[in-house]
């Protein structure tokens, strides 16, 4: 039994529909494969998981090819929100 559930916020779903067709396919298929199943298990760490500093409340990033996936979770609700998603060249800005 998975140790958190995941959930999509609006935000997230908009800037997915967003992205050219080509990445929006990449990034569901990523999501479903292998980011939301780690992210199940343990949102604290993965090769490709980084806490970014500097956020309140604590925000985290998944890195999926050229594209950042955006999140936090509550450990006592064991929910992973997944905020936002962006091509990495306007991810930061």
Do not use: C
Request: hydrophobic share 35%.
């Amino acid at each position: 039994m998975p140790r958190f559930r995941v959930f999509e916020t609006d935000e997230f779903l908009r800037k997915r529909a967003k992205l050219p067709p080509a990445d929006a396919s990449f990034i569901q298929h990523k999501t479903d494969a292998y980011v939301y199943p780690q992210l199940r298990e343990d949102p604290f760490y993965g090769p490709n998981t980084r806490k970014l500093p500097g956020y309140a409340p604590n925000a985290w990033r998944y890195r999926i090819g050229k594209v950042r996936l955006f999140y936090a979770f509550d450990t006592e609700e064991r929910v992973v929100y997944v905020l936002s998603v962006d091509l990495r060249r306007d991810a930061y800005r």
